[in-house]
T-cell receptor
Framework: DTGVSQDPRHKITKRGQNVTFRCDPI?????LYWYRQTLGQGPEFLTY????????KSRLLSDRFSAERPKGSFSTLEIQRTEQGDSAMYLC???????????FGDGTRLSIL | QKEVEQNSGPLSVPEGAIASLNCTYS??????FFWYRQYSGKSPELIMS????GDKEDGRFTAQLNKASQYVSLLIRDSQPSDSATYLC??????????FGTGTKLQVIP
């Protein structure tokens, strides 16, 4: 197993466009997390899944953001009608359970023109 | 009050010295505590996890947890220039939410 995989690594798009990111967690991990990180800040929690169930969403996550994990394996994060403020690194992490440490993917860097 | 607080730094230490990084948290129900290292432009990398009061050592790294005082620290012995990075403290709270601090930037001077 090569760890958490995210695709794409970089995404440049125009304001108003929709974007979708994919995350493949470590195979035996049942928890999957999405974070957003901007320069000089720690990762900001967006949402997490246990298997296919989305258990929590941050209040900071507007209705333009949606995440899915349809079969409890890979997950997608979609941002509709992107705005300048969406420019950030989007990180995915997985863990074997609540108490286990999270392992991060390399992230997807989103730039909004 | 932030849920997880860290001094943003930069913390500068000479090569070979001990670097001491501190983190305080507000949720008394917190159960799990982690230290991550993040190089510029890279994703966080797990260094240490600690779950009970006391010290936990792994190589040059020692994590210290004091739940009564609600702080967790990371000591790096024999600091190397390659240790220069931002160190993130992460805490799993009583509601199963993982919260990260903003990180402390460490600079090890050769």
């Amino acid at each position: 197993d090569t760890g958490v995989s995210q695709d794409p690594r970089h995404k440049i798009t125009k304001r108003g466009q929709n974007v979708t990111f994919r995350c493949d967690p470590i195979s035996e991990h049942n928890r999957l997390y999405w974070y957003r990180q901007t320069l000089g800040q720690g990762p900001e929690f967006l949402t997490y899944f246990q298997n296919e169930a989305q258990l929590e969403k941050s209040r900071l996550l507007s209705d333009r953001f949606s995440a899915e994990r349809p079969k409890g394996s890979f997950s997608t994060l979609e941002i509709q009608r992107t705005e300048q403020g969406d420019s950030a690194m989007y990180l995915c992490a997985s863990s074997p359970g609540l108490e286990g440490p999270q392992h991060f993917g390399d992230g997807t860097r989103l730039s909004i023109l | 009050q932030k849920e997880v607080e860290q001094n943003s730094g930069p913390l500068s230490v000479p090569e070979g010295a001990i670097a001491s990084l501190n983190c305080t948290y507000s949720d008394r129900g917190s159960q799990s505590f982690f230290w991550y290292r993040q190089y510029s432009g890279k994703s966080p990398e797990l260094i240490m996890s600690i779950y009970s009061n006391g010290d936990k050592e792994d190589g040059r790294f020692t994590a210290q947890l004091n739940k009564a005082s609600q702080y967790v620290s990371l000591l790096i012995r024999d600091s190397q220039p390659s240790d220069s990075a931002t160190y993130l403290c992460a805490v799993t709270g009583g509601y199963q939410k993982v919260t990260f601090g903003t990180g402390t930037k460490l600079q090890v001077i050769p």
